[in-house]
């Protein structure tokens, strides 16, 4: 499902180290958040923070929630990774080397769909064109049922009448 990913002139834990030196309050780009950007960055996905201490826990890399948390807000404000909030879940996904895209989200099983289409993309600059307004990014998600948990339900409810 991964699109082609787009070139880029840093890699993320570049991007990064020179984000954190760049604050008003220069911070200091410790080994273990080094760790967590080439792990987020070593595969494209959809993960929430819990997710993510449980496979930096797997992969031997430990860090506490505290700091996951805290890297992962970073991380967005650096351009990084981009932010899906999908109610309750804040689900987070690489932004920076990686192709505009939109989602679809399944409300049951909490799969995340990933899709490009060129009408939307036009639909949106048309629109921002009217209004004067430069949009700097967008996030379109499509919440509701993936074709097997709506076979799954269409089956039940079948079921349900025989
Ligand atoms: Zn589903
Ligand atoms: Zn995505």
Do not use: W
């Amino acid at each position: 499902m991964d699109f082609p990913a787009v070139q880029v002139s840093q890699s993320p834990e570049e991007k990064f180290r020179e984000y954190l030196a760049s604050q008003p309050r220069a911070q200091r780009y410790t080994n273990q958040q080094r760790d967590m950007v080439v792990y987020i960055f070593s595969r494209h996905n959809h993960f929430d923070a819990d997710q993510l201490v449980e496979s930096l826990k797997n992969e031997n890399i430990p860090a506490s929630r505290a700091t996951v948390y805290r890297t992962l807000k970073k991380l967005v404000r650096a351009g990084l990774l981009r932010e899906l909030d999908v109610g309750p879940r804040k689900f987070y996904e690489h932004d920076y080397g990686y192709p505009q895209h939109e989602h679809m989200y399944c409300q049951q099983c909490h799969t995340m769909i990933e899709f490009q289409d060129p009408a939307i993309e036009e639909a949106i600059r048309d629109v921002c064109g009217q209004h004067h307004f430069q949009a700097a990014s967008h996030t379109f998600i499509i919440r509701g049922l993936c074709a097997d948990c709506n076979r799954a339900k269409v089956t039940k409810r079948r079921l349900d009448l025989v």
